[in-house]
């Protein structure tokens, strides 16, 4: 079993649509819970961090942890055709980088 | 503030030959890290330096790679006698610090796409 899963799509909306994405894991240590994004043929951006459980907003992106289930969920709303990339789910118990643990991302498609 | 360079952004090599992999870390960040990206696998930690030190190569393959970050230049991760397996996608990060502040500052190269033929 993978320490952190991800389902990797590929997953296609139409623009507007509210847009799910999850993971799951099974280590009880992660603390710190991250979102990246990728564009293709370029690196990660980070998008969100959250520190334990909980919800955390910014603008259309909400980020959800919920540690008793080991399931984080990343909501993206109002989707728009610039938000067609890969999302990566990264996790790590230290929050130090090099203890990081990525998904291996869903590629999501936002058609006008 | 031209980010983290990574170069060659593509790499052909044949099978047995040697590849060198170079990334400059963004200005004032001090430390760097270099993941593979396999399709449908996700980024996998390779390891983590700092100047002229590794601090963390838990994630290498224990033959024919190696990696170095000397005092002055870019770091280099380097594949000897490559294999068709090696074809990936490379990705060098690096930070500022470790720890929770290292997260907010953590960037990404756009990698280097590896080919073995």
């Known amino acids: 079993q993978k320490e952190v899963e991800q389902d990797p799509g590929p997953l296609s909306v139409p623009e507007g649509a509210i847009v799910s994405l999850n993971c799951t894991y099974s280590?009880?240590?992660?603390?710190?819970f991250m979102w990246y994004r990728q564009y293709s043929r370029k690196g990660p951006e980070l998008l969100m961090y959250?520190?334990?459980?909980g919800n955390k907003e910014d603008g259309r992106f909400t980020a959800q942890v919920d540690k008793s289930s080991k399931y984080i969920s990343l909501f993206i709303r109002d989707s728009q055709p610039s938000d067609s990339a890969t999302y990566l789910c990264?996790?790590?118990?230290?929050?130090?980088?090099?203890?990081?643990?990525f998904g291996a991302g869903t590629r999501l498609t936002v058609k006008p | 503030n031209a980010g983290v360079m990574q170069n060659p952004r593509h790499l052909v090599r044949r099978r047995g030959q040697e590849a060198r992999l170079r990334c400059s870390p963004m200005?004032?960040?001090?430390?760097v890290y270099w993941y593979r990206q396999l399709p449908e696998e996700g980024l996998k930690f390779m390891v983590y330096?700092?100047?002229?030190?590794?601090?963390?190569e838990s994630g290498m393959p224990k033959e024919r790679f190696s990696a170095e970050f000397p005092k002055e230049g870019p770091s280099i991760l380097r594949i000897q006698q490559v294999v068709r397996g090696d074809s990936a996608a490379y990705f060098c990060?690096?930070?500022?610090?470790?720890?929770?502040?290292?997260?907010?500052?953590?960037?990404f190269g756009s990698g280097t796409r590896l080919t073995v033929v």
């Open positions: 990060a690096s930070s500022p610090q470790t720890g929770q502040g290292g997260i907010y500052g953590y960037t």
């Open positions: 280590n009880s240590a992660f603390q710190y």
């Open positions: 959250t520190y334990s459980s």
């Open positions: 990264a996790m790590s118990a230290t929050g130090n980088n090099n203890d990081m643990r």
């Open positions: 200005k004032g960040h001090s430390h």
């Open positions: 330096l700092q100047k002229e030190n590794i601090i963390d």
